[in-house]
């Protein structure tokens, strides 16, 4: 069983920074691909970020890259998503997510994904 957990979220303004982090309770931590994804009550579940097993291939929604950077640490069981210049719209309940796999490929569908942290709500006032 994976357990992940998210933590980080909170209030910022619009151009400010947050820095998200999931714990994962896994032996196996590299057999595991990463993404986070945000929710916005009424609408549907949306890709953020994601990074292969290894970390040297990471994949972006279009409406972040270049202003969010995932990254993991293999050692600690960690990943990270580093979130500059925050915009309001980004206001969302935030996900990390986890998939066993052999593929050392990033995946941004939501199917492609297994196990579900709880979620972060990250707040971004205008």
């Known amino acids: 069983q994976v357990q992940l957990a998210e933590s980080g979220g909170g209030l910022v303004q619009a151009g400010g920074s947050l820095r998200l982090a999931c714990a994962a309770s896994?032996?196996?931590?590299?057999?595991?691909?990463r993404g986070w994804f945000r929710q916005v009550p009424g609408k549907a579940r949306e890709f953020v970020a994601a990074?292969?097993?290894?970390?040297?291939?990471?994949y972006y929604a279009e409406s972040v890259k270049g202003r969010f950077t995932i990254s993991r640490d293999n050692a600690n069981k960690m990943v990270h998503l580093q979130m500059n210049s925050l915009k309001p719209e980004g206001t969302a309940v935030y996900y990390c997510?986890?998939?066993?796999?052999?593929?050392?490929?990033?995946?941004?569908?939501?199917?492609?994904?297994?196990?579900w942290g709880q979620g972060t709500q990250v707040t971004v006032s205008s």
């Open positions: 997510a986890a998939d066993f796999t052999y593929s050392d490929q990033p995946a941004g569908q939501i199917p492609a994904y297994n196990y």
């Open positions: 896994v032996r196996t931590f590299t057999f595991y691909r």
């Open positions: 990074i292969s097993r290894s970390g040297g291939t990471t």
